[in-house]
């Protein structure tokens, strides 16, 4: 079991003008599920190869057990890896993909055999291990995948989109295997995912990247309900954060038009008080945000219902800007139709527009 320290780590690739990493710095305890999530390019890949020993450290420490190991091989670092293209090989069985890496270690073959048959265990992939990669279902071959790192008795486990080739519906399914094997085996796990489902269902703690430079750390709930900025608050959630523009006037309402306002609290108008004169965005998840009967001092009109089963998600346009509600689906609401929306106070959030940062 390893506590993991990165500190201020910084990657530079020799052929490239900026840094692909900046400053990163994470604390990993035991045992956690730690998930790097962020658009294409912000740099998860690469901090995670620089974790496994693939990729070289520019400058920082990396630090396992408190002892700096920027140096060590890949082989020697106590880590396996899962990778986004499983690539097994299709002429061996699932038994001889699972035990490719302890026999080149030269492990006598009743341990081999002994872990493999463990790893098919927990995988239940005991009854398919004569089976070649190509009579496999994407799923399957997934878990041949996992079980290749899991023999090797590694306390971290780095695995990079692991489910990004497959189906939502089995994405969802290896999901939940892959946080219960989590549980079981109670190994470290780094994962990398540019989803966020992924990241707030599976993690102990996510970290959000963007461009290189970490946005924010933190448990889902803590990510979810107080993003640091606003980067962060429309990346979580699906759809992410409305992020609404207007003024305070002169009664201490957030104004986006005479018939748009909102009654900021005494709190939320301090703060905005201290920033005096800058611009500033009102942040509201759709969840909500409720489309009510009684007027409110909100008033749009739908532009968009895009019904999802049990829930519906409508586009409301209020002076100019489209504002995300999600609720229960009710046929009643119609597009162009007039609509008065009700927002719950304890979910609003101020942020900086120039920095983006938490008000
Ligand atoms: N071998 C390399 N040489 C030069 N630049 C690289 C190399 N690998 C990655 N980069 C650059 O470093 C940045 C981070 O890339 P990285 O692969 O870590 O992103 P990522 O977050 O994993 O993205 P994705 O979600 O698309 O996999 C990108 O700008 C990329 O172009
Ligand atoms: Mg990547």
């Known amino acids: 079991m390893s506590k993991i320290q990165l500190k201020n780590v910084f990657k530079k690739y020799a052929n490239s003008e900026g840094y692909s990493v900046k400053d990163f710095n994470l604390d990993i305890e035991e045992k956690e599920f730690i998930v790097l999530v962020g ?33 060590k091989e ?10 986004q293209n499983y690539a097994l090989y299709p002429h061996m069985s699932v038994f ?42 994407g799923g399957q071959r997934q878990r041949v995948a996992l079980g290749r790192a899991i023999v090797r008795n590694a306390s971290i486990f780095l695995m990079d989109e692991p489910l990004s080739n497959l189906d939502a519906k089995l994405r969802v399914q290896m999901r939940a295997e892959i946080s219960k094997l989590h549980r079981q085996l109670g190994t ?23 461009d290189g430079v970490i946005q924010q750390i933190g448990t889902p709930s803590e990510v979810y309900h107080l993003p640091a900025n606003t980067f962060v608050a429309s990346f979580i959630g699906s759809p992410g954060m409305n992020l609404i523009e ?46 009510v009967s009684e007027p409110t001092s909100i008033q749009g ?4 219902v895009e019904v999802n089963g049990p829930d519906m998600l409508l586009h409301v346009i209020v002076n100019n800007q489209t504002i ?36």
């Open 301 to 304: 009109v739908v532009d968009l």
């Open 39 to 71: 658009p294409s390019g912000c740099g998860k890949s690469t901090t995670l190869r620089m974790i496994a020993g693939l990729e070289e450290i520019s400058e920082g420490d990396f630090i396992i057990e408190g002892q700096r190991v920027n140096d």
């Open 96 to 137: 001889e993909n699972m035990s490719f890496g302890l026999k080149i270690r030269k492990l006598p073959k009743k341990e081999i055999k002994e872990k493999v048959e463990h790893a098919a265990e927990i995988l239940g992939l005991k009854d398919l291990l004569n089976r070649k990669p190509k009579e496999l279902s």
């Open 246 to 291: 207007g003024i305070r006037n002169e009664k201490g309402y957030f104004e986006m038009a005479e018939q748009a306002q909102y009654r900021l609290s005494s709190e939320q108008n301090e703060a905005i008080a201290q920033n005096e004169n800058k611009p500033f965005l009102l942040g509201v998840r759709p969840e909500n945000i409720s489309v």
């Open 188 to 210: 470290t796990v780094i994962y990398v995912t540019h989803d966020q489902t992924e990241a707030m269902t599976m993690a102990t703690r996510i970290v959000i990247m963007k």
């Open 324 to 359: 995300l509600v999600k609720s229960k689906t009710d046929e009643k609401v119609k597009v162009d139709q007039s609509v008065f929306l009700e927002v719950d106070d304890t979910t609003v959030h101020l942020f900086d527009k120039e920095t983006g940062q938490r008000l």
């Open 74 to 83: 890949p082989k020697d670092r106590d880590i396996a890896m899962v990778f």
